[in-house]
């Protein structure tokens, strides 16, 4: 039997083994999936975290990842010709401003997660308070059930306008009459030089999450100097798969 017969064979045997893995949404209790997911979330539960969310991105990932290590018989976080953990979550739709992985070959689903939870590196993972997100998918191959988790700590997108709203909802909550920038690409441009007086001061920041406000900020804010404040969202550079929000406040 030939290399290409042979991963054609498994690839058919994963989608009449598993196919509710390939529907969006958590999965079943029940599947090798479920029973990773629901043992690391009663991993963290037990210490005080907050439970990860099921992301269809990253099991799409892990699930690609976890089919070429059945086909190939060999464990690795990259295997040969394959893109790393980045680009293959990336591509799956993923957007994150942290990542990580596990992966294992086991018998069965309480034996790979018992495994993990006695390795300092996976547990580390399912028990790190940074992410928010994870993925999980199991396929059966010649040597065990290869198993992958991709975690990440999830970012929203949100158009610029949005980015803006986010923000000066949360400086109208600290007591500032704050809009949106007339001028946003001023208040963007790094090399745009604002008049010096001691009544505004500009702040530029970039952050992975717009739910709060940043240290430089909030030591403006509380000075209680400033009574208004206008928001622009910029462009800001980040790796594929890594969102990163870049904002620029006028407070004066």
């Known amino acids: 039997m030939s290399q290409f017969t042979r991963s054609f064979a498994l690839l058919a045997a994963i989608l009449l083994m598993a196919p509710g893995a390939l529907f969006a949404g958590p999965p079943h209790i029940t599947t090798p999936e479920g029973l990773l997911f629901s043992s690391l979330n009663r991993e963290r539960a037990s210490q005080g975290l907050p439970a990860l969310q099921w992301d269809d991105a990253l099991a799409s990932a892990a699930r690609q990842h976890a089919v070429r290590m059945a086909q190939l018989d060999q464990m690795s976080h990259q295997l040969p010709g394959e893109p790393n953990l980045l680009a293959r979550a990336s591509e799956a739709g993923a957007r994150f401003s942290v990542i990580a992985e596990n ?22 993972n399912i028990l790190s308070p940074q992410l928010s997100a994870v993925g999980i998918a199991v396929v059966q191959g010649n040597s065990g059930l290869f198993a992958a988790q991709d975690f990440s700590q999830k970012v929203v997108t949100s158009n610029p306008d949005q980015q803006v709203q986010q923000v000066v909802s949360l400086l109208v909550a600290r007591g500032l009459q704050a809009t949106a920038a007339n001028d946003a690409g001023a208040s963007c441009d790094v090399n745009h030089k604002f008049a010096p007086t001691s009544a505004a001061t500009l702040v530029r920041y970039e952050t992975p999450n717009l739910d709060k406000l940043p240290d430089v900020l909030d030591q403006q804010l509380q000075t209680r100097k400033f009574r208004a404040a206008t928001v622009a969202a910029c462009t800001a550079n980040s790796a594929p798969g890594f969102s990163r929000f870049r904002v620029a406040v006028l407070l004066f």
């Open 103 to 124: 992966v294992a070959i086991g018998p069965d689903p309480a034996v790979i997660h018992t495994m993990w939870m006695h390795s300092p590196g996976h547990r580390a």
